[in-house]
């Protein structure tokens, strides 16, 4: 059930004749007691940061089939593999400083602040706009037009 065989409890248990129950049991105990053994690893989610380290350095310049046969024979996955090297890499990036943090926060509450601006600016505008096409609308309907009162001035004489 441990590395290297990595035997599936199911197919075990099937093969012997053992609950699979009992298998599990077994198996949790002895990675319990066990530790990790040269040449052997503990379960991926167990592996010190070291231990990951060393695995990331160890497989860097592997290609995929060489990383999927050393997976197996550590019992692990590629893609832990993976995660753990973009981990390490995210940490290596050099932390925030305070002052950065809060120049950064105070960035972006002045974007928000600029952003109410200008959006109850663009409602003032398109109120503007509105009024001045409602104004020339009432203009047309309320005023004659020129033909009319030159022709209205004619009759009164």
Request: aromatic share 6%; glycine share 6%.
């Amino acid at each position: 059930m441990l590395p290297p065989q990595n035997a599936s409890v199911p197919a075990l248990s099937e093969e012997t004749g053992i609950p699979k129950d009992t298998l599990y049991g077994w198996r949790i105990q002895a990675r319990g007691r066990a530790g990790v053994a040269p040449g052997q690893l503990q379960p991926g989610g167990a592996l010190s940061s070291a231990e990951k380290f060393a695995i990331v350095l160890e497989t860097a310049s592997f290609n995929e089939l060489e990383l999927g046969e050393y997976c197996r024979r550590k019992g692990l996955y590629p893609e832990q593999v993976a995660h753990w090297k973009d981990a390490f890499i995210q940490g290596a990036s050099p932390a925030v400083s305070r002052a950065e943090r809060e120049q950064m926060q105070q960035q972006a509450r002045t974007i928000k602040q600029l952003q109410s601006e200008l959006h109850r600016k663009d409602r003032a505008l398109a109120e503007a706009a509105a009024l001045l096409v409602l104004e020339k609308k009432v203009q047309a309907l309320w005023t004659e037009p020129e033909d009319e009162k030159s022709h209205s001035r004619s009759a009164k004489k």
